[in-house]
């Protein structure tokens, strides 16, 4: 045999070897193709779809820290007792709120299918008996929970007295004079004409011992409101089926340039029946609409903005029984998400006598002041 039949012979079986491999060979199945996070931007930024779904979530919230000293929070400011001797010492009120939000979006048949929830975790230091000021764990609170599809809403939200015409200022004590209470289960219609106008029918079971309805019949609360570049005009009136009272706010806001806003509004609400003396809220003629002493009541400020991260905010705010309240604070965006601002905040009580007598002292320790300045600076981020 000589080289070149050995080559051939080789290659042949090696050839056949190779073959034979061939056909045993396994075959690995495709992988299935990954499903990604899609980015949904029909609801605004934040939004993405749900794996597997057509419906859009975001997540958002905010870490939220207070630093107050003086009047803020309570009448007479944060109390305690000396750990050594028991004697009367003032201290800051502290507190750290961490806020979880959620939104959910999806079109529908009948329109857009929406969702909102908001969670606040606190911890703080309050005002106790004899003045024993801790600070501790203060609470969760679900304070919107509520469904929407199309124009009706139901579910836990805030008073559309509030919300629909709007918060007061953009202070952060802004209810130095109350403009009325906030949580509630409700059953909501809104309307939205398209060009500026829009509505809302509210019925409301309201909260608490004096605002919570005590039958079938609820509270109901009705809006308007006008929208347009230079600004908006809005009216809202409520009946508290509990006392059969009626009280209704107007309020308009002004855009006088890019920098400057402004807002006034005024209230004004019956209390024929608020006149429970074993209601320390009804005593001073208050119900869950008509918060403010007397008929009458007004709130007006407005923001300057300085540039991009600075702004100045101020409210006074006054009722007919002579309390006045002014809030001003500068707020300042130190990097995108997170705002640092620094209030100064005066109340004056009008019918100090009546808030100071016994046990119809309402919300206050040691209520011994007529007029009270305080200040707070608050560190937030916002995501």
């Known amino acids: 045999m000589n080289i070149k039949s050995l080559l051939l012979g080789s290659a042949a079986a090696l050839v056949a070897v190779s073959g034979a491999r061939a056909a045993d060979a396994v075959t690995v199945a495709e992988p299935e193709p990954a499903e990604y996070v899609k980015i949904c931007d029909v609801y605004g930024s934040g939004y993405f779809y749900i794996p597997g779904t057509e419906t859009c979530l975001r997540i958002g919230g905010y870490v ?27 201290t800051f009120q502290k507190h750290t709120r961490f806020t979880l939000k959620t939104w959910t979006g999806q079109e529908t048949e009948l329109g857009t299918l929406k969702t909102y929830t908001e969670t606040r975790f606190n911890f703080a230091n309050r005002n106790a008996a004899v003045y024993y000021n ?19 809403r139901v579910g836990k ?58 039958s079938y019949v609820p ?14 005009i809005s009216g809202v009136v409520a009946y508290d089926s509990n006392y059969e009272e009626v009280a209704g706010k107007v309020r308009v806001d002004v855009n006088l340039s890019n920098e400057l806003s402004v807002f006034g509004m005024f209230g004004y609400g019956t209390d024929n029946n608020l006149d429970d003396p074993t209601n320390a809220i009804d005593a001073h003629d ?74 119809d002292v309402v919300n206050f320790t040691n209520a011994d002041k007529k007029n009270s300045v305080g200040g707070m600076l608050r560190f937030q981020r916002s995501f």
């Open 64 to 90: 939220r820290y207070d630093i107050g000293v003086g009047d803020v929070g309570s009448f007479d400011g944060a109390k305690t007792a000396d750990h050594q001797d028991g004697s009367e010492n003032s």
């Open 134 to 152: 801790t600070a501790r764990n203060s609470g969760v609170s679900l304070n919107f929970a509520w469904i929407q599809l199309g124009g009706l």
């Open 157 to 214: 939200d805030e008073s559309a007295f509030n919300t629909f015409i709007g918060y007061a200022g953009n202070v952060i004590n802004d209810t130095i004079v109350p403009y009325g209470d906030f949580d509630t289960n409700v059953v909501q219609y809104y309307f939205d004409a398209g060009n500026g106008f829009s509505a809302v029918v509210s019925l409301e079971e309201g909260e608490g011992v004096v605002g919570t309805i005590d």
């Open 219 to 232: 509270h109901v609360v009705g809006g308007v409101k006008y929208t347009q570049g230079w600004g908006a």
């Open 286 to 359: 208050r119900g869950f609409y008509k918060i403010w002493g007397g008929n009458w009541a007004f709130w007006a400020g407005g923001t300057y903005k300085f540039n991009e991260k600075t702004s100045f905010n101020l409210q006074v705010s006054g009722d007919q029984d002579k309390n006045y309240g002014v809030a001003a604070n500068v707020a300042y965006d130190l990097v995108p998400g997170f705002t640092v601002t620094a209030e100064v905040d005066y109340d004056h009580f009008g019918k100090f006598d009546e808030w100071v007598s016994g046990a």
